[in-house]
């Protein structure tokens, strides 16, 4: 079994910056690529970044030029650091990954969330 923990949400007022942070623990050989996505109320939801093992990454449009997504191999752990934030930008984010177990079985494994919201 693989866990993803969340980390990081907070409450910040528009144009303020946080940096989210999930670590993947468990039954890990290797894991492939990790991404954010979002869940906004009433809104489907919205994958945000991704990132793969050597580094590649792919942002949805409202991300590009405001979040960075970036990932330490070593601890199985990826970031998001979000600048510029907007009031749109409130949801939950939750932590995704491509995981393959030591008993070479691969699987997506999805965190709990943690809860971003953006106010004056």
């Excluded at 528009?14 to 993947?24: E, I, Q, R």
């Excluded at 894991?31 to 939801?45: C, D, E, K, L, S």
């Excluded at 998001?80 to 997506?108: F, G, H, N, W």
């Amino acid at each position: 079994q693989v866990q993803l923990v969340e980390s990081g949400g907070g409450s910040v007022q528009p144009g303020g910056s946080l940096t989210l942070s999930c670590a993947a623990s468990g039954n890990i050989f290797t894991v492939y690529t990790m991404g954010w996505y979002r869940q906004a109320p009433g809104i489907q939801r919205e994958l945000v970044a991704t990132i793969d093992a050597p580094g590649t990454t792919t942002y949805t449009d409202s991300a590009k030029g405001r979040f960075t997504i970036s990932r330490d191999n070593a601890k199985h752990t990826v970031f998001l650091q979000m600048t510029s934030l907007k009031p749109e930008d409130t949801a939950v984010y939750v932590c995704q990954a491509e995981v393959m177990s030591r008993t070479l079985i691969e699987d997506t494994y999805w965190g709990k969330g943690t809860l971003v919201t953006v106010s004056s």
